[in-house]
């Protein structure tokens, strides 16, 4: 890690920091943490905002050099891995991970994750909002919820950031060793997965669904769903939701 900056407000931390890199900063193993993100990002353009200090956002440049670019999807994947563990840890509130994105307690969403390549680089931006004192009506998102909400008593954003950063920053570490996902990456996806296992249903652009149940992540971070005919593959570029069969 090169270095942390804290901003007490910015539009996206991952905007930041990728724009940092085309002004030719290296931004290798440096952090952004806002106190206020006012236009988050998630994946396909959706926009996510919340009250200044009420989560934890961060975004870190990841060297992504020397690791072929089939293990890169790996990287959201490790970050919810990361988080799950930091959470439990830090609060003792269990959560698991959602493909490809999300961190869940039961249905509600308690993080989101977002990673970036900067192009044309091996350089990726990886960002990560926790809902940390959220409260149901600052919530844009009913389906959003908060370690507040969750009644966890360990709310000092200060310690579950650092919390965070160890558990990234060694997944991180450990990914670039083994130059993409190792067994025991894979082998605690899979033990943290809400989705693995689940009716799910696949929403495509243009609105083609798949539906079936989730049975594996592959080498390349991508899912496998059983149709009941046939094993259909789908990647995080692939869908426009993923969501429980019955929804």
Do not use: C, F
Request: no cysteine.
């Amino acid at each position: 890690m090169q270095r942390i900056d804290v901003a007490d407000e910015t539009g996206s931390t991952n905007a930041d920091l990728l724009a940092r890199h085309a002004a030719g900063e290296d931004i290798r193993g440096a952090v952004l943490l806002a106190e206020h993100q006012s236009a988050g990002r998630g994946r396909n353009g959706r926009s996510w905002s919340a009250p200044a200090r009420s989560q934890i956002a961060l975004s870190i440049g990841v060297d992504a050099a020397g690791v072929p670019a089939e293990g890169w999807g790996w990287l959201p994947l490790l970050t919810g891995v990361a988080l799950v563990d930091a959470v439990r840890n830090s609060t003792g509130i269990e959560a698991g991970v959602k493909w490809p994105n999300d961190v869940l307690v039961g249905s509600g969403k308690l993080a989101g994750i977002l990673a970036e390549v900067a192009a044309p680089d091996p350089v990726i931006v990886v960002g990560l909002g926790l809902n940390v004192t959220l409260t149901a009506a600052e919530a844009p998102d009913p389906r959003a919820t908060s370690l507040q909400m969750l009644g966890a008593d360990m709310l000092d954003r200060d310690v579950l950031a650092g919390a965070i950063l160890r558990e990234l920053i060694t997944r991180i570490e450990k990914w670039w060793t083994a130059k993409g996902p190792d067994a025991s990456l894979v082998a605690d996806y899979r033990l943290r997965s809400s989705t693995l296992g689940s009716q799910v249903r696949a929403i495509m652009p243009g609105g083609n669904e798949i539906i079936g149940v989730a049975v594996d992540i592959d080498s390349l971070g991508r899912l496998n769903i059983d149709t009941g005919s046939e094993v259909a593959t789908v990647s995080a570029g692939d869908i426009t939701h993923l969501r429980p069969a019955d929804n």
